[in-house]
């Protein structure tokens, strides 16, 4: 076919007039059933390059994405086109899933996105053996490799499944950010025969900023100052989950239409807020890097980070979603030499400690694990145990195997010793990348140039679009005014305790403050740990404040507390306090039944749970029966106390339940 | 990781194919045009045809195939995900004990195994026998899986009940290594992976199965995997048979191929067929495996072997009197029952006269018999 042929083709299926030149060099390769990888920028048109050889092959072309937004709106575009395309997502319902792919079983399907966690599930192995498959596309080819800035352990079956496959079958991996190294990576794993075709990544329309700060309060009040001010709707990201609730509590206080989006969200709401953003409901989203956020919308005006990323190509990769539209964007980051300490940290903590690793290699090498069993018998986070894992298949010292439904562990018969020194050399890589990234902001040369350097796009291009090139510095101003607000704000917000559940009638309860943000945690700590006496003052007007914020319509007939596994009787008093001053009757009936450990000892919430399940026993039982009921603790961290009590008030007929507490610790491990 | 899994799968599956047919093929691509696998699908169906001598639907099978490699690709990563590995016939991987004994007739052209690979490549013995075998059966089995592992060899079972279950259980008793041969789908296992766990992670234990992935148990599966165990074994012992079934059509096989096998001396009380087979030229042996060169069974101890038969069970006379009629002349083995009004199968007297020395086989259609220079001794067997 040539390229005349196609794109009258093109013109009739997608309405467009013609190739751009790499995309019809990918296609001509795809169409003899060869392998590509194509590295073009966000907005090239990548998509067009395995959707329109899909519409002339006779089988199902299957695409492989970790980005189920992206998916979405490309099966909705497909659609529209008249073309038949199907996504298999965790978001959909099972049923839905099962009637897909039996679709594409019966050939009824010309292009079928897919998740590559997908690849484990049975029902879809089982079809891929009757399916009449024409092609194989991995999108975001980056996260097959560990030298990139999103590496996917789901990645690495898709890899293999890619070598196993047949000769002539075509193979496009595609990605917007790859660095030399990654792309070496990247086609090294994908095995020989591979043409790789690498675009230019230069976006001429962004306007890149980065604003020095020497504090959070700069940058929130130069946000609330200036957010409105920019054009059009974009993204704030965070550092950190916590930050992403901080600032869209600010911004609602401050009336900015905001709204807050993380990977601990619910799928209803994730698709709610993505449908949101494209109708520009709110001035901005706010979310965290942690979620590859794989949002089609070609207009967003600005993206702002709170916090450096961890390298280039994480910021390439975010700041990448701006502007597809070729309009300008503003790219604004925040910058405080300070804040390279939350990276630096994930660099260092990111990987666990080596006698972790070898706790779980004894363990599975003993016997076949399941992941809650072996968090039970290693004591280990469940964070943890998935890095451990990853990192222990990646060397092939264990495998995850399917036994019935459930996943296992085993170890491999003759498994090498584990490699640590891998992992020095990942920690240095991250690091030198983390100094490339302190290096963009503190450089006083082109941004744009910096950045495609970086990603070995070294084109001579001469760029005007940074504020060292051509546009103006943005420097933070603050007045008292702003200061005040701030200040008013802080006294006004609470964190939530979600803790409301099926089947026990506990409601959400509110903590006066999060344990390491602000000087609670320490005073919490002096009185519990170093002696300190009761619980100060200020903590009980900061908690009666926190509880007239939530539960100010609320009626309690009863206050109880958390009886101690140690600390004495600083709840209790702590509770009395709080009993006088709102007038509601105090029992000291809930005591414990049986010792149990201090909950601080588990590093995991299914060993926190372990450790008070039926450890509670109410004196007089029949006290409870009807009753309203605030249920008083210190420090919340999984909540397996607080549910734990609220199961078993529950039983004892208790009709609401509503945990009050000083604070709340920052990522818990809650599954 | 074998990047031609895909390949093989397609092609050591091929309905209808037997064995020797694709080995053949496989020896032409491989060792004569020195093709890969993955080059020879590659080949046009005139190569096939023209250089290949296919015949027709031979070609129309390979096409078949050819469509199912992508599907088999996915097949084949979640094998090797879930830790099975394919072993082609041209790996150097591939059993030499297996392709020795089985030759290109018999060899499956792909392995599925999980466990230590290494195992395949040491001396092995296999024990075989009922599954409801005697307690007697079964210690001598436990016997000479000890002797086996004591001498670093690997025992080979087929994971049936009785003599097999016993010769792995007392493999991994006596911290011998064993090779268990599925009669199913590898992944059709998940129980004996849970099971055999540790001693698959201790490198104890390999679990093979040459047929489809996710076949479960079936009667011909068994029947057909019961050459594989003789072919990976060296040495093969025999605990009990009785004159039908899997260890008999098993051994039958075995002797055919001009195996060595060794069987279990039953007890005179026992009435079981080990000395028909000893009879049919495997070998004696005593409790601990040592071969009894000199023991030949009786007539009458031979006769128990046929366990099923109990009417005019033939004895001493009738033996006298065969060979008394042998030495007048040439008889069929039809002429022979109805003058000596014997209650013998045809089969069964022709497989008894065979297996005397002193007779001789006169090849005629019918077969005839008569005894060897008609100088007739006393034979052993009547002392």
Redesign the interface.
């Given at each position: 076919m040539t390229q005349q042929e196609a794109e009258i083709i093109l013109q009739r299926t997608f309405n467009l007039s013609h190739f751009y030149d790499e995309q019809w060099i990918t296609i001509e390769k795809i169409l003899k059933g060869e392998r590509v990888l194509l590295i073009e920028k966000t907005g090239f048109g990548k998509s067009l390059c395995f959707q329109f050889p899909a519409i002339l092959f006779k089988g199902t072309t299957v695409i492989f994405s970790p980005l189920i937004a992206l998916m979405r709106d490309q099966v909705k575009k497909l659609n529209s086109l008249g073309i038949s395309a199907k996504c298999v997502n965790s978001e959909q319902i099972p049923e839905e899933n099962s009637q897909i792919i039996s679709d594409a079983k019966a050939g009824e399907v010309k292009i079928l996105y897919i998740a590559p966690e997908r690849?484990e599930n049975s029902e879809w192995?089982e079809a891929?053996?009757?399916?009449?498959?024409s092609m194989v596309v991995v999108d975001e080819a980056h996260c097959i490799s560990v030298w990139g800035h999103d590496f996917r352990p789901a990645f690495r079956?898709i890899i293999?499944?890619v070598?196993?496959?047949?000769?002539?079958?075509p193979v496009l991996a595609t990605t917007a950010t790859a660095t030399k190294r990654v792309e070496t990576d990247i086609a090294q794993q994908m095995?020989g025969n591979l043409t790789i075709i690498r675009g230019n990544l230069m976006r001429d329309n962004f306007r890149l900023y980065v604003i020095k700060v020497n504090s959070e309060d700069d940058k929130l009040i130069w946000l609330g100052q200036n957010i409105e001010k920019l054009p059009g709707s974009g993204i704030l990201y965070t550092g950190t989950r916590v930050d992403t609730e901080i600032y869209s509590k600010w911004f609602e206080f401050l009336k900015i239409s905001s709204v807050g989006y993380n990977a601990g969200l619910d799928a209803d709401s994730r698709i709610a807020i993505e449908a949101g953003l494209m109708q520009n409901k709110w001035k901005c989203i706010i979310s965290t890097n942690a979620l590859g956020m794989g949002i089609d919308k070609s207009d967003i005006r600005f993206i702002i980070h709170t916090q450096i990323p961890q390298s280039p190509i994480h910021y390439y990769q975010e700041i990448g979603r701006a502007g597809r539209d070729n309009q300008p964007a503003y790219i604004i980051l925040f910058y405080n030499p300070e804040d390279k300490k939350l990276p630096e940290a994930f660099i260092e903590g990111g990987r666990p400690s080596i006698s972790k690793y070898e706790k779980v290699i004894a363990a599975v090498?003993?016997?076949?694990l399941g992941e809650r069993n072996l968090m039970r018998q290693t004591n280990l986070k469940q964070t943890q145990i998935r890095v451990i894992k990853a990192d222990l298949i990646e060397q092939k010292i264990i495998?995850?195997?399917?036994?019935?439904r459930s996943k296992m562990f085993?170890?491999?018969?003759?498994a090498p010793p584990l490699n640590t020194k891998t992992f020095e050399e990942l920690r240095a890589s991250k690091t030198r990348d983390l100094e490339k990234m302190i290096e963009y902001a503190e450089t006083t040369q082109s941004r744009m140039k910096y950045l495609c350097d970086y990603l070995g796009d070294s084109s001579t291009h001469s760029f005007t679009n940074c504020d060292n090139t051509g546009l103006n510095k943005i420097i933070v101003s603050i007045n008292d005014e702003w200061r005040q607000r701030l200040q008013d704000f802080r006294e006004d917000y609470f964190p939530v305790l979600e803790v409301k559940t099926k089947g026990t009638n506990l409601i959400n309860g509110v903590a006066a403050s999060y344990y390491g943000v602000s000087n609670v945690g320490i005073a919490l700590h002096r009185s519990k740990y170093e002696n300190g006496g009761d619980f100060p003052d200020f903590l009980l007007r900061l908690i009666l404040k926190a509880y007239r914020k939530k539960f100010e319509q609320e009626k309690f007939d009863l206050i109880l507390y958390v009886p101690p596994t140690k600390s004495g009787e600083l709840v209790k008093n702590f509770a009395v306090k709080v009993s006088q001053v709102l007038k509601f009757p105090i029992s000291h009936n809930l005591i414990k039944q049986r010792v149990t450990s201090e909950q601080k000892v588990f590093e995991n919430s299914i060993l926190k749970s372990d450790n008070v399940k039926d450890a509670f026993t109410y004196k007089n039982p029949q006290e409870i029966r009807g009753k309203t009921i605030l249920l008083i603790d210190d420090i919340f961290d999984s909540g397996a106390t607080i549910k734990e009590i609220g199961k078993y008030l529950t039983n004892l007929g208790a009709l609401k339940i509503a945990p009050l507490v000083i604070a709340r610790t920052v990522g818990g491990d809650l599954i | 990781?074998n990047?031609e899994?895909?390949?093989w799968i397609a092609l050591a599956h091929l309905p209808r194919w037997g064995y020797l047919k694709t080995n053949k093929l496989i020896i032409k691509f491989f060792h004569e045009y020195k093709l890969s696998i993955?080059d020879f699908?590659?080949l046009s169906e005139n190569d096939w045809e023209t250089q290949y001598g296919l015949e027709y639907k031979e070609v129309e099978d390979l096409k078949k195939a050819?469509?199912e490699?992508?599907?088999n690709?996915?097949?084949?990563?979640?094998l090797?995900?879930?830790?099975y590995e394919l072993i082609p016939i041209t790996s150097p991987l591939y059993p030499k004990t297996l392709k020795d004994n089985l030759k290109a007739a018999h060899s499956p052209a792909l392995l599925y195994v999980k466990?230590?690979k290494q195992i395949m490549q040491e001396k092995s013995i296999a024990i075989v026998g009922s599954r409801n075998a005697s307690d007697k059966s079964l210690e001598f089995t436990d016997n000479i899986a000890k002797l086996a592992s004591k001498e670093y060899k690997v025992v080979v079972s087929g994971f049936a009940k009785g003599v097999d279950k016993q010769a792995l259980d007392s493999a991994i008793k006596y911290k011998g290594q064993s090779i268990i041969v599925l009669p199913q789908g590898i992944m059709t296992f998940?129980s004996g992976?849970?099971k055999y766990?540790?001693q698959?992670?201790?490198?104890d234990v390999l679990v093979l199965s040459t047929f489809p992935p996710k076949v479960p148990w079936k009667v011909e599966l068994a029947m057909a995997r019961n050459p594989i165990i003789y072919g990976l074994a060296s040495e093969i012992y025999v605990a009990e048979s009785s004159d039908k079934g899997g260890t008999w059509s098993g051994v039958i096989d075995g002797l055919r191929k001009n195996r060595k096998i060794y069987v279990r001396k039953p007890d005179a009380n026992e009435n079981i067929a080990n000395n028909l087979l000893i009879q049919q030229g495997a070998i004696a042996v005593d409790f601990d495996g040592n071969p009894l060169t000199d023991y030949k069974p009786t007539l009458s101890e031979v006769n128990k072997s046929n366990v099923k038969s109990n009417v005019n069970e033939p004895n001493e006379n009738y033996e006298n009197k065969i060979f008394d009629l042998l030495k007048t002349g040439e008889y069929t083995v039809k002429e022979i029952i109805k003058k000596l009004q014997l209650t013998w199968s045809e089969k069964k007297l022709r497989d008894y006269l065979k297996s005397q020395k002193e007779v001789e086989t006169i090849n005629k259609k019918p077969l005839r018999f008569t005894m060897k220079n008609s100088t007739v001794k006393q034979i052993s067997l009547f002392k």
């Open positions: 690849q192995i891929t053996r009757q399916m009449n498959l079956r293999n499944l070598n196993l496959l047949p000769k002539g079958l095995g090498k003993n016997e076949m495998r995850e195997v399917t036994i019935g085993e170890y491999i018969t003759d | 990781m990047k899994s895909a390949y993955e699908f590659q050819k469509l490699l992508v599907n690709a996915f097949l084949a990563e979640t090797y995900n879930e830790g466990g230590n998940s992976f849970k766990y540790k698959i992670v201790d490198g």
